[in-house]
């Protein structure tokens, strides 16, 4: 394979170096174009740009594949747990038994969040969306453990913020919840299991003994598992973005969960549901949406379709439209909503305006389906898609600061005025 390509501008010809990954992706390294050549690229959106080499996840759009450190997603969803998968994530390699318990029990015993924060929540409206909370309650914790502050910590420190932020955070969503319902929070149990302790946390209450049903602690495990990373996506990119300023951990990961509220990004998981209840009270045509998502003249758009990289299917959703049926089937529970998801899927991929464009449902479509079926409510999915992302993020974080990336610091192509002389405002006409 070659290792240098040659970029012609007028008379002249420059030599860049050729990138080439594990999987034989190639990239072009343009790093230093414009010192030979004046010359930046332009890539709005960064549709064609990579951002950083990276050793934690593999993702092949047109083959529908993605590989956590190798490792096929489908044999993670399938056999592994969430906590097993962040350490995998985070640390490289599947840990041993011995390191597995450790990770579980430092997780464990991290989970109490300081008693001052619970007056935050106490300054919110019961209607403040739980992202807007989490963001916040994220960023706090950095007022808590000032060594996290440090640019260069110790490796243990280091470990340290890495496992407070993972075993606090189930709680802070748990209590963002309680709080919207005006229930009593509930505090950790640290005999329990990671996923069965959220659960707990959510949905029981302080006077009653709760066992999650295995059928909801493994979906939910699923779910975290098939959430957990997905290489330069928007909210990713944006953690180390600013990671790469040095900022610390916490104020790092608070902008991911800011850039992951978006609708065209996590935010779908709550749009979609809205939309699929839209259709359910408009009587269920859905040929009329159909139509609507095609028309250019026409804002909405099939929420839970399409995506930037997968062209050809999005591997979590075919695993969690299966998970849907299972959860659906095993907690016997009707919902219309899914049939309506799968009545769209089907007329979607037969029609030519999708088949055209590639878009196939993807990994929103139908999570939020399994959500309700565990009683969440709509505006807690896009957080439950932050606790799942956690792992993901810290991972590419911790490489971009072990790799001692500089600071990123696009550039633009100016399209404004030239320069002009300022005019006195009684000038102005
Ligand atoms: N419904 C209707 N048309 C669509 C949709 C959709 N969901 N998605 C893309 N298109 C059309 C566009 O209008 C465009 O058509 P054109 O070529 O005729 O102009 C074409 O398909 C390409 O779309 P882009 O917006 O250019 O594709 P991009 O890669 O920029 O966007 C995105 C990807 C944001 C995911 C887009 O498909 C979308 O908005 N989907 C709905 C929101 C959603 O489900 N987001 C979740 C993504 S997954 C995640 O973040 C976890």
Sequence with gaps: MADKAKINIGANEYEVPIVTGTENEQGLDISKLRAQSGLITLDVGFKNTGSTTSAITFLNGEEGILRYRGYPIEQLAGQSSFVEVSYLLIFG????????????????????????????????????????????????????????????????????????????????????????????????????????????????????EFAASPIVVDAMNKLLILHADHEQNCSTSTVRVVGSSHANLYASITAGITALWGPLHGGANQAVIEMLEAIKADGGNIDKWIARAKDKNDPFRLMGFGHRVYKNFDPRARIIKKAADDVLESLGLEDEILDIAKQIEEVALRDEYFVE??????????????????????????????????????????????????????????????????????KRG
């Design 93 to 208: 390699e599947l840990p041993t038994q011995k390191q597995l318990d450790q990770f579980s029990h430092d997780l464990r015993v991290h989970t109490l969040v300081h008693e001052d924060m619970k007056k935050f929540f106490d300054g919110y409206p019961s209607v403040a969306h739980p992202m807007g909370q989490l963001a916040s309650m994220v960023c706090s914790l950095s007022a808590y453990y000032p060594k996290s502050l440090n640019p260069d910590p110790t490796p243990e420190d280091r470990y340290m913020t890495i496992i407070r932020l993972l075993a606090k955070m189930p709680t802070l969503i748990s209590w963002i919840y309680k709080k919207s319902i005006g229930h009593p929070i509930m505090y950790p149990n640290n005999n329990l299991d990671y996923v069965s302790n959220f659960l707990r946390m959510t949905f029981g209450n302080p006077a009653e």
């Design 357 to 426: 464009r590639k878009l196939y449902p993807n990994v929103d479509f139908y999570s939020g389906i399994i959500y309700r079926a565990l009683g969440f409510p709509t505006e807690m999915f896009t957080v439950l898609f932050a606790l799942g992302r956690l792992p993901g993020w810290i991972a590419q974080w911790k490489e971009m600061r072990e790799q001692k990336q500089p600071i990123s610091r696009p550039r633009q192509i100016y399209t404004g005025p030239n320069e002009r002389p300022y005019v006195p405002i009684d």
